[in-house]
Structure formats: C-alpha cells, structure tokens
Nanobody, 127 residues
C-alpha cells in the first residue's frame, strides 16, 4: 500500500508559475514509476510528466519546455514545477505511482499501469 499526499496547488494568472509537491509513503519499491496527471471538467485524464526508477523523464507535448518534474533521491518526494502557465493548464492534478517491475514502460501514456493515486489538487490559471 502506498499513500500519496499532494500540495502546492492554487490560482495564478497566465504566464505565472506554480510548484506542486507529492509526498509518498508506504511500500515504495525500487522499480516504481511516478508521475503527474491532470483532468479538466469534460475532458479525459491525461499524463503530464513521469519519471522512472532510473530517473528517465517523459513529458506531454503540451507542457514540454514549460513544466519540469523532479524526484528526491529517496523517491518519496515528487515535484512538478510549472512555468509560463496557460488557461488550458487549468485542471485537477494528480500524483500517481505504480510498480513497473513487469517491464512496463513508464511514460505519460501509461496511466492504466499506475496503482496508487493521490486525492488531486486544483490548479486554476486565469487569463
């Protein structure tokens, strides 16, 4: 069992920045993949950024160059730094993790492979 707690959301004007954090506890294994996902009302949940057990990172095309994912060495703190925010970034953001020991590829399109999810945190970007 893994517990994820997100923090750092809020409201910001377009062009501004926010930093989200995710604290993980419980059975974090060496093969864990962690990532950020988001869902806006009326839209499907989409992957934003992921980082695998070796530190390899993937980003959605829509955020590449603006967002940055990072993870502490203990793999229990995940962060998402969001710069140059746009109104279309407005969504509920979720931290997630899963054990990819079966050979699954940790990237933004792999959300079905994530087993544990945080409660979500709102990010609102105004024009």
């Amino acid at each position: 069992q893994v517990h994820l707690v997100e923090s750092g959301g809020g409201s910001v004007q377009a062009g501004g920045s926010l930093r989200l954090s995710c604290a993980a506890s419980g059975n974090i294994v060496s093969t864990s993949c962690m990532g950020w996902f988001r869902q806006a009302p009326g839209f499907e949940r989409e992957g934003v950024a992921t980082i695998d057990s070796d530190g390899k990172i993937s980003y959605a095309d829509s955020v590449k160059g603006r967002f940055s994912i990072s993870q502490d060495n203990d793999k229990r703190t995940l962060s998402l730094t969001m710069n140059s925010l746009k109104p279309e970034d407005t969504a509920m953001y979720y931290c997630a993790t899963g054990d990819f020991a079966d050979g699954g590829y940790c990237y933004t399109e792999a959300q079905s492979e994530f087993d544990y999810w945080g409660q979500g945190i709102q990010v609102t970007v105004s024009s």
